[in-house]
């Protein structure tokens, strides 16, 4: 009758540690899974930072192209009409 008692308990104890033992892997698998999408976050926020930084870059690049293409044209425009205005002068 004690052997039946003192196996109940064993077996007890085997069923506690084996369910302390599966809690104990599902919170360390829970941990590697916020863990990682912590890192995606991160990841994330890097890419849009870096998307942001290039968006910038881009529209500052534009804004270069355009005064370098409109400094091009007036200074065209200004050999053009002292072209005119030397010619002008030589002709007299």
Do not use: C, P
Not at 12 to 33: C, G, P, W, Y
């Amino acid at each position: 009758m004690y052997g039946f008692g003192a196996l109940a308990i064993i077996m007890s104890a085997l069923f506690m540690f084996q369910t302390h033992n599966e809690h104990s892997q599902a919170i360390e698998k829970l941990r590697d899974v916020k863990r990682r999408l912590d890192e995606a976050k991160e990841r994330g926020k890097n890419v849009l930072k870096k998307a942001k930084t290039i968006s910038i870059k881009l529209k500052n690049q534009a804004g270069v192209r355009e005064a370098e293409r409109m400094f091009s044209h007036a200074t065209a425009r200004m050999l053009t009409a002292t072209v005119k205005v030397t010619k002008r002068r030589r002709k007299k």
